[in-house]
């Protein structure tokens, strides 16, 4: 997989071995782009390392309690951004007090840090806010800016998989936004597993849970 197609160069896995192999190493699912890699339920075939062009922005994007905040803690040893650690450092700051009052306060820091981060031309990784298909547009056209690319890689868990994370961490999403994040992250799967990249992108990767916990890195060339 060559950087010139957009997914990012990769080293490819060792095979597993096992008697679970062959239902892991299942035939790849038609796409119409090269610039699109699903490597869900296969494991054996996920690299260890994502590498994409220095300078590019990436979009980890899923459900919320998909755990996209846990594969950018582990993999990614470059710039991040995600807004859970912004909201962690306002928690903090104002203890005891509900998370809705400061909700606001949460999301411009976020998107503040973001904007300062573009500015900078540094390769970024950026947690998507509920898969918002408005903060990928304002990223891509950050990155275009500046000669780079967008990139996009999305966690495609389970509804109740992404309850059970949000049960896990403490933090709950309402019925309602759930509903309307299910919605939108519906949509963007679909339109990536047909292979036409969302607006803005040039690139996109699709994990699941099991494909996503082979990653080691997800980084970027020197």
């Not at 080293?11 to 192999?21: C, I």
């Not at 949460?106 to 990784?125: E, I, P, Q, Y």
């Amino acid at each position: 997989m060559t950087v010139g197609h957009g997914t990012g160069r990769t080293r490819e896995a060792p095979e597993a071995e096992g008697p679970g192999r062959a239902a892991r190493d299942r035939p790849p699912r038609p796409v119409m782009s090269e610039a699109v890699r699903d490597l869900r339920g296969r494991p054996g075939r996920t690299p260890p390392e994502l590498l994409f062009d220095a300078g590019d922005v990436v979009v980890v994007s899923g459900l919320p309690g998909s755990g996209k905040t846990t594969l950018m803690r582990r993999t990614v040893t470059d710039r991040r951004i995600d807004s859970q650690d912004t909201r962690l450092a306002w928690q903090r700051r104002l203890p005891g007090i509900p998370y809705a009052l400061y909700r606001p306060l949460t999301r411009t820091a976020h998107f503040a840090r973001t904007w300062w981060a573009l500015r900078s031309g540094d390769s970024l990784v950026v947690h998507d806010c509920g898969t918002q298909a408005w903060v990928r547009h304002w990223l891509g056209r950050g990155a275009r800016r500046r000669g780079r690319a967008l990139r996009l890689v999305v966690l495609d868990v389970a509804p109740g998989t992404a309850l059970e994370g949000q049960a896990a961490r403490g933090r709950w999403v309402s019925r309602y936004a759930f509903a309307r994040h299910r919605g939108a992250a519906r949509r963007l799967i679909a339109q990536v597993e047909a292979g036409r990249l969302p607006t803005g992108c040039a690139s996109a990767v699709l994990l699941d849970r099991e494909s996503a916990s082979v990653l080691h890195r997800i980084g970027f060339t020197k």
